[in-house]
């Protein structure tokens, strides 16, 4: 079953997804025109998620945040359910106040699972009956119920992100914070500006100030999360298109496609003919 609200005043886009046999998104190709975030709700057993031809476990009775810009499909599509909405209909950067949601689970530079328990299962479970009502609700006020329940899903994600991936002990509201806007800045700004020290004076802080954020948060340095997200942009270029290795460079800040090259295969131990080749293969 798919449910889809449309606003043609704004443009604002709301899908649900149930049980479909063909549930994916291709950014680069067929689905590059529909500018989509999606909260996927896996209702089956754990199951295969491959995100930019990476895969990964999707456990049972987890959910998925994804982005505009990923690439997924599922093994077994007709046990999720799906949310899925454009800027237009709802805007997370614009309402960060009221969801704290970018840069954490929306923008995370790994898949993020969250597990949800029996409690839980039951309270989204209800909510998802509040969104089919809704969208079969056709009125002048049903583009504000929808996005009110969306809203409360965001959130309700959130809070439980953060008890599976936050220590509050080391990691307080403010630590957070600078968090998220680090990761969403470096998603604005990777393919210009590849030092620490950009983003640090851009947060008011120092590049060791935010190294040790990090090492607070995860096992990761500014620097490894800047240089992480230009491979990985790199490899979905490589993937779903058919741009060369100096297009690529190009595109994502490197004057000099030698030192693409080079930066390229030091980070995957693949030079990039190399790594086209194995896709090749792969094929």
Known sequence: MKMIFKDPAV????LLVINEPQFDRYFFSRDSKTKYLTIAWNRGPAQQVVIDEISYTFPANAILPLV????????????ITGWQFNRDFYCIIDHDKEVSCIGFIFGASEPMFIHIDDAEQHKIQALLEVFKDELADEDEIQATML??????????????????????????KNKLDIIRHFTLMVEEHYKQQHQVQFYANALNKSPKTLSNLFALYNQRSPLQIIQERIIQEAKRL?????????????????????????F????????PSDFKRSLQNRA
């Open 11 to 14: 443009g604002g886009e709301l």
């Open 68 to 79: 505009i810009n990923q690439s997924f499909r599922f093994e077994r599509p007709e046990d």
């Open 147 to 172: 996005r009110t329940l969306l809203v409360r899903l965001i959130i309700k994600i959130t809070r439980l992100a953060k008890k599976q991936y936050i220590d509050p002990e080391k990691i307080n």
């Open 238 to 262: 490589f993937y779903y298109t058919e741009r060369s290795a100096k297009e690529i460079a190009l595109e994502l800040g490197f004057e000099d496609a030698g030192h693409f090259s080079r």
């Open 264 to 271: 390229f295969k030091n980070q995957t131990e693949l030079s």
